[in-house]
């Protein structure tokens, strides 16, 4: 085994901490306020949406389209079908896969509010730990899932979320990898733009990206009924193990809010800091959610 293959496997193999079960205080104590990822499980397993399948989606169709990004997740074109049509893509597609036959993309379903668009799922993620979250989100907290669906083999590139909020992320059905890198290592992963990377962790070329041998590399296998905890500004890059749904919430501390509308000196874009503000405004200076969320809504789109 040559060097690079021994420095390649030693970041791969680092994996993350799991925590059967956690406190709100835990939560804060151990991982929030230490900067630090984690995998929860044991708080979901009596959602109803683990066993989510095609005929339940069809047996719900309200005729609402959905936006399919096709292409890269980062630079594609977006397609609106029904959920039923991209089921049936997804389905076809993981057939084909599992007979050894060439199968054409189906694209990726991302960063939708799915709640928001279709309540009549939200019984099916009952009850909800939304104590792990500020309790300024916790009244409307399904206003700021995103969501996703997608075929074995999905990608999203390497990056961090633009806002620089913390991440929780749900696995409800299938598989997910997971490969992490620290925000505060973010200045050796090549970023272009604001908040997408160049270097590919998992097959890394460090003859190209020399800086990136600096990296302190983690994963996390995602199981269905498992949350994890990204840190704000954690970069992360992940692929579709199998055919897959799941979500996150996307969301602020007041010190994290602050630091999102000073990443403006940093790069970001004008609009991130005024959806920062908003958040700010609302963690820090009180002005309730109900006030706040009709301006920010506009990020959820903004995002995908």
Known sequence: ???????????????????????????????????????????????????????????????????????????????????????????????????????????????????????????????????????????????????????????????????????LFFQVVGKKQFILIDGAQKDHSYIRGWRWSNFDPKYPDYEKFPEAKKLNIKEAILEPGDILYMPSGMLHQVHGLSQSISFNIDWHTVKSAKKGVGSLWKGAPLKNVYYNALIYAGLGLKVPEKYIFPLYKTYLNYIS
């Open 1 to 167: 085994m040559n060097e690079f293959q021994v420095t390649q496997e030693k970041q791969i193999l680092e994996h993350i901490p799991i925590q059967n079960g956690i406190t709100r205080k835990e939560f804060y104590q151990d991982f929030v306020n230490e900067g630090k990822p984690v995998v929860i499980r044991g708080m979901t397993s009596g959602w109803n949406a683990l066993e989510w399948g095609a005929d339940y989606f069809k047996a719900k169709e309200t005729g609402v389209k959905i936006p399919i990004k096709v292409g890269n997740v980062n630079e594609g074109r977006r397609e609106m079908m029904l959920i039923s049509e991209y089921i049936e893509l997804l389905d076809a597609y993981e057939k084909n896969i599992k007979l050894g036959l060439s199968a054409d993309p189906v694209g990726y379903l991302h960063d939708i509010p799915f709640f928001y668009m279709f309540p009549e799922y939200l019984a099916d993620i009952l009850p909800f730990p939304k104590e792990l979250l500020p309790e300024w989100y916790r009244p409307k907290w399904q206003n700021y899932v995103q969501f996703f669906m997608g075929a074995t083999g999905s990608l999203t590139p390497l990056h961090f979320d633009t806002l620089l909020t913390h991440n």
